[in-house]
């Protein structure tokens, strides 16, 4: 099972903090991969990206200029070599899991921070406790990268007929019902309980799941593995011929950045290629082949002007099943990965 890869998000940060946080995320990374093999829960691989389109956010307590109550200001200089930094933030509206360092230098502005957690940029003992700390919170995301990695290697076991119980010792984790396309997962279940799970053939009409467990469409799935892969495994026809969009991908808009509506907008226009793209959309151009993969794995995109088998793609009636044919994990081989962060709201 390979690590999933999850995003940091920094607020209040100059370049030379950020490089800080970077060198030590690529020391982690370089660590988690060395002892992959020992690794059980599979950790995340994180990467610091667009605090926008992170999965938990590291605020930098003395970037902050100004504050009252959970608001805080932060110091317009960092705008200047940071233009990413955003201009303040309301702590008690934040949606993903963060951690503050300098509480003291907030509190004398009269900043509340009430509990949330604390982490020292100077101490790596304290930034590992940190990502630790997000990683439990976000443990429902890396459960469904598990399960995910399980749909792919059991995918010629699942058929439009039946619907699966992943159990253990008596226990529900999790329900596939591949004729709706979607899955059930009970919160607090751990990666490792998935790939521990038996996979148990029920009726067609054992699709009934308690209501705790929360409800993803495999199309979210599938949609947050391509975000969150460290592999994108896109195919090469995309890399030169023009990109057709069928549809908007069907996941909900929580999943969506903003440069998927400017993406999703460009190819709405016409037919257009990736270099097309890059030109166009030049902010995000390291990000268009990922992005096209979650398109690609969606079934929302084709490389072919009319639907039928012409390029050897499905563009067959969205929301259909076809097990036998290219369905959208089937696609992976054994590459899929984690939730984003905005589903944590669901758990």
């Excluded at 009934?208 to 593995?225: I, L, Q, R, T």
């Amino acid at each position: 099972m390979q690590h999933p890869q999850l995003y940091l998000g920094l607020m209040g940060f100059d370049a030379p903090s950020e490089a800080t946080v970077r060198r030590w995320l690529a020391a982690n990374a370089a660590d988690a991969k060395k002892n992959a093999s020992r690794d059980q829960d599979q950790h995340p691989i994180w990467q610091a990206v667009n605090f926008q389109e992170a999965d938990a956010l590291l605020i930098r307590g003395v970037g902050v200029a100004q504050g009252f109550g959970p608001h805080v200001q932060f110091n317009p200089a960092l705008r200047l070599a940071q233009p990413q930094t955003p201009l303040g933030a309301e702590l008690d509206g934040i949606k993903q899991p963060f951690a503050i360092s300098d509480v003291g230098h907030l509190k004398s502005l009269g900043i509340e921070v009430n509990d949330a957690p604390v982490f020292d940029l100077n101490s790596a003992a304290s930034m590992l406790h940190t990502l630790q700390h997000f990683e439990t919170i976000l443990r429902p995301l890396r459960s469904l990268f598990a399960l995910a990695m399980e749909l792919t290697a059991r995918r010629e076991e699942l058929d439009s007929g039946h619907t699966f119980h992943l159990e253990r010792n008596g226990g529900l984790d999790a329900i596939i019902d591949p004729p709706h396309r979607r899955v059930f997962l009970r919160p607090g279940t751990r990666p490792a309980d998935i790939e521990a799970d038996a996979w148990l053939r029920r009726p067609k009409s054992a699709n009934f799941a308690p209501a705790h467990f929360v409800e993803c469409g495999m199309d979210e799935v599938a949609w947050v593995f391509a975000m969150h892969s460290q592999e994108i495994d896109l195919p090469k026809r995309y890399l030169s011929k023009p990109i057709h969009v069928r549809r908007n991908p069907r996941v909900r808009t929580s999943l969506l950045y903003p440069r998927h509506a400017a993406l999703l907008d460009r190819l709405w226009q016409s037919p257009t290629t990736l270099e097309q793209l890059q030109k166009t959309l030049p902010a995000n151009a390291h990000l268009h082949e990922r992005d096209l993969f979650g398109l690609y794995l969606t079934r929302s995109i084709s490389t072919s002007a009319e639907v039928g088998d012409k390029s050897g793609e499905d563009v067959s009636v969205p929301g259909s099943f076809d097990i036998t044919g290219k369905w959208m994990l089937q696609r992976e081989g054994q590459r899929m990965n984690t939730m984003t962060g905005e589903l944590q709201s669901l758990f």
